[in-house]
T-cell receptor
Framework: AQSVTQLGSHVSVSEGALVLLRCNYS??????LFWYVQYPNQGLQLLLK??????LVKGINGFEAEFKKSETSFHLTKPSAHMSDAAEYFC????????????FGTGTRLKVLA | GAGVSQSPSNKVTEKGKDVELRCDPI?????LYWYRQSLGQGLEFLIY????????KSGLPSDRFSAERTGGSVSTLTIQRTQQEDSAVYLC???????????FGPGTRLTVL
């Protein structure tokens, strides 16, 4: 069965510092992986997705994530945090192409300190 | 174009009452999903509609929960005899088809007193 683990329910970084949000997955088949962001009182917005093409995926707002099969990880990074990045971030996995079931992690709330 | 819309944005109800939550998917999207987001939890899959196929109801937590999708577009999630543990944000998503990226609405925050 698939599962997703997001390490750290809360992460704080200083403005301008590196953002690193961790996601590890478990899947019996090559996965599709996603990062979504949720701003206060809004729905989830897709940041980026991995669908078995390039292992380094670039998304919106300067975020990127690298698929590492050997580590079963899909960590989200951004070189320099902005205040506007403060939000909750969710990692999700789906088993294989053509499946609709996303399994979401419990989320990481990012706080950006001035 | 317009995204997924949900109404109401907030709903406060008394324990034991029935509630209906509405979702308008993106035009042309054949797949529609409902999720529940409880405090401190991730997103919990509830139900999935794809075209005219029978919906996947495997995520519905009890028989008090039901959903329908009329005309392949708008969907309504109904919770009967609400309980305090039903308090959560209910999110709807749609996609072009099965396996395509899911786009989420802003959610309905349900509070059961």
């Amino acid at each position: 069965a698939q599962s997703v683990t997001q390490l750290g329910s809360h992460v704080s970084v200083s403005e301008g510092a590196l953002v690193l949000l961790r996601c590890n997955y478990s899947s019996s088949v090559p996965p599709y992986l996603f990062w979504y962001v949720q701003y206060p009182n809004q729905g989830l917005q897709l940041l980026l997705k991995y669908t078995s093409a390039a292992t380094l995926v670039k998304g919106i707002n300067g975020f990127e994530a690298e698929f590492k099969k050997s580590e079963t990880s899909f960590h989200l990074t951004k070189p320099s945090a902005h205040m506007s990045d403060a939000a909750e971030y969710f990692c999700a996995v789906s088993d294989h192409p053509g499946t609709y079931k996303y399994i979401f992690g419990t989320g990481t709330r990012l706080k950006v300190l001035a | 174009g317009a995204g997924v819309s949900q109404s109401p944005s907030n709903k406060v109800t008394e324990k034991g009452k029935d509630v209906e939550l509405r979702c308008d998917p993106i035009s042309g999207h054949t797949a529609l999903y409902w999720y529940r987001q409880s405090l401190g939890q991730g997103l919990e899959f509830l139900i999935y509609f794809q075209g005219n196929s029978a919906p996947d109801k495997s995520g519905l937590p009890s028989d008090r929960f039901s959903a329908e999708r009329t005309g392949g577009s708008v969907s309504t999630l109904t919770i009967q005899r609400t309980q305090q543990e039903d308090s959560a944000v209910y999110l709807c998503a749609s996609s072009l088809g099965e396996g395509n990226t899911q786009y989420f609405g802003p959610g309905t925050r349900l509070t059961v007193l």
